[in-house]
């Protein structure tokens, strides 16, 4: 990777690029990138492709580590699982990421509520795009979910010993439609308010308690500005909240019933 | 090694004396008394021992301190269970050496008893005991056979970061070209016509027109949709997962699949106004959320 054209006559004139790789080398070996990268990263100086590295590129990673050091073959292959369980995951750190954003510009008060949203497409740089990221995203994550359902029911992957991996992951999809559901309402249009009151009229038709349950969803008898802020916190806590305790619960389990599901 | 405290002398005599069946006092005078540790061993010592002598013992013999006699711990437990022989041919021949060189063994035993048993260990007894029996089983359930692994880093992780990155590539575009629809703000009095639920729950809505609100409202998605699909495991005891064993379960599971994306599609495409049925290329798309992407200007009833 060495340029040496500048020291091809004496050693003095070294190119710009020359003098930014040492520096760039210098650093790798300080103590202080010795400290921040753990055994194994492959960032580290003198890092070698070996089969003890490869394991510790995983060991030592608290990203990383979430995986075995040694898949099986087959489970490496993208048709088998087509990531989907994976992409899920990943559209809810996504979600969580525009979410946040979303956040520093929104107010969920029935008369704020919707210029905030209209605000983001005119006064917020890149508002735009994050919204849009967050909405289609959402939409993805409910059908990257259901597809990963399909996927694990077609391969038979809930047989035992995965039984209870099986229930965990349907409360995750059941999670994902709430998280959905209840960022439906917050931009305050009539799209939002007519499809929160159709979807939550379904709840009321609950044998015996059915009214009870709608109130408590919308805190009253209908969609009123008290409900935009409890769905509001829903969306952005209480959901969230649950749902990572569930992942974490899911995931863990994944390692500790074997590994991915063998071949068919 | 000349500063033995009082208890653990006394204590290593005790247990001494109690093996070997004599009074203490004569261990301990033994042990303590008239063996100076300055005494050279004079002479060779033929054979104290009847042919058991501590692997210590033999490099130790030759030189003239007592010193030496004091073995590392590793060897002062070996030499432990031996003591008796010497200490038994001790009392009678009562010679300088001998008790010198008992004198070291005992230093020996009493350096590596106090590391060994629990203080509160009764003297003379056998510090280990059987607590329990284990099988020879691991906690969770280990089955494993040798199967065809390979490394997370790289082969995984390059499918993994690929895969993502094409998911993000996927959402970027659609939220450059696709905007988000935001219509008119909220109005309690105008109710839009149809007023359709987001897409997911629309299967729902479509069944909501068909049945009874309690049996599509509630029936069909606690009791199917939730229960159901969380017993599944329980219910299907076949433990083949090859496709060929399980035609049953394949068929069942593509019938709601089918069967739900077509009332999703129904509920999307065609229903409109007062959410009767309509043609989409004919009435218009009634669907709100593809309002603003959707190329064909067929623009419904909004």
Same mark, same amino acid.
């Given at each position: 990777?060495?340029?040496? +054209? ?23 070996? +300080? ?34 580590? #979430? &995986? ?7 489970? =490496?292959?993208? +048709? ?6 994976? #992409? ?41 795009? =994050? ?15 259901? #597809? ?6 077609? &391969? ?13 992951? =349907? ?13 439906? #309402? ?49 969306? =952005? ?28 | ?5 009082? $208890?653990?002398?006394?204590? $290593? ?5 109690? !093996? ?17 540790? !300055? !005494? ?33 711990? !590793? ?8 003591? $008796? ?174 069967? $739900? ?42």
């Amino acid at each position: 990777m060495r340029k040496v +054209s500048g020291v091809a006559d004496g050693n003095e004139k070294t190119g710009l690029k020359d003098r930014l790789t040492e520096a760039l080398e210098n650093l790798r070996g +300080s103590q202080f990138m010795e400290s921040v990268l753990r055994p194994g990263s492959p960032f580290k100086k003198g890092y070698s492709d070996s089969p003890r590295n490869r394991s510790y590129v995983i060991m030592n990673n608290v990203l990383y580590h #979430l &995986h075995p050091v040694k898949v099986k073959r087959h489970g =490496v292959k993208l +048709s088998y699982t087509l990531c989907l369980g994976g #992409l899920s995951f990943f559209l809810f750190i996504l979600l969580t990421i525009t979410g946040i954003f979303l956040m520093f510009y929104y107010a969920p008060t029935a008369d704020r509520a919707y210029a905030d949203v209209a605000a983001l497409s005119t006064n917020v740089a890149f508002g735009s795009l =994050v919204r849009n990221m967050h909405r289609w995203g959402a939409h993805l994550m409910v059908l990257t979910v259901f #597809l990963h359902m399909s996927r694990v029911f077609y &391969h038979g992957a809930y047989k035992p010993p995965r039984e209870f991996n099986w229930v965990v992951g =349907v409360i995750l999809l059941l999670l994902t439609l709430l998280l959905s559901f209840t960022g439906y #309402l917050l931009p305050w249009d009539q799209l939002a308010l007519w499809a929160v009151t159709v979807g939550t009229n379904m709840a009321g038709f609950v044998p015996v308690f059915g009214n009870q349950v709608k109130f408590a969803l919308l805190a009253g008898a209908e969609v009123t500005a008290g409900t935009l802020l409890r769905w509001y916190v829903l969306h =952005v806590l209480f959901f969230p909240f649950i749902i990572v305790i569930f992942m974490a619960v899911h995931f863990w389990r994944v390692r500790k019933d074997g590994g991915i599901s063998g071949p068919l | 090694m000349a500063e033995i405290p009082e $208890s653990l002398l006394r204590r $290593s005599a005790e247990a001494k004396a109690k !093996a070997l069946g004599v009074p203490v006092e004569q261990v301990l005078a033994e042990m303590k008394g008239e063996a100076p540790p !300055a !005494a050279p061993a004079p002479a060779p010592e033929p054979a104290p021992v009847k042919g058991t002598p501590a692997p210590a013992e033999a490099p130790a013999e030759p030189e003239p301190t007592p010193e030496p006699a004091a073995p590392e711990p !590793a060897a002062a437990a070996a030499a432990e269970p031996e003591p $008796s022989p010497v200490t038994v041919a001790d009392p009678p021949s009562g010679g300088n050496g001998h008790s010198g060189n008992g004198a070291g063994r005992v230093a020996a035993s009493v350096s590596a008893r106090p590391v060994a048993p629990p203080a509160n260990a009764p003297e003379g007894v056998r510090t280990q005991r059987l607590l329990t029996v284990v099988k020879a089983r691991a906690i969770q359930n280990v089955k494993a056979e040798p199967t065809d692994k390979v490394n997370t880093w790289p082969h995984l992780m390059i499918a993994e970061f690929t895969a993502l990155l094409a998911m993000t590539a996927l959402l970027l575009i659609m939220s450059v070209v696709l905007q988000a629809p935001l219509l008119e703000p909220a109005n309690f009095n105008a109710t839009p016509n149809p007023s359709k639920a987001p897409w997911y729950f629309l299967g729902l809505q479509e069944l909501l027109s068909y049945f009874d609100p309690q049996i599509a409202g509630v029936t069909v998605p606690t009791v199917i949709g939730l229960i159901g699909f969380m017993m599944i495991p329980y219910v299907d005891r076949n433990p083949s997962t090859k496709p060929s064993d399980r035609k049953f379960a394949i068929m069942l599971y593509t019938i709601f699949l089918t069967g $739900s994306a077509t009332l999703t599609i129904i509920g999307v495409l065609f229903r409109g106004q007062g959410f009767n049925f309509s043609y989409p290329w004919r009435d218009g798309i009634y669907f709100d959320d593809l309002k603003d992407w959707v190329p064909i200007g067929l623009g419904g009833g909004h």
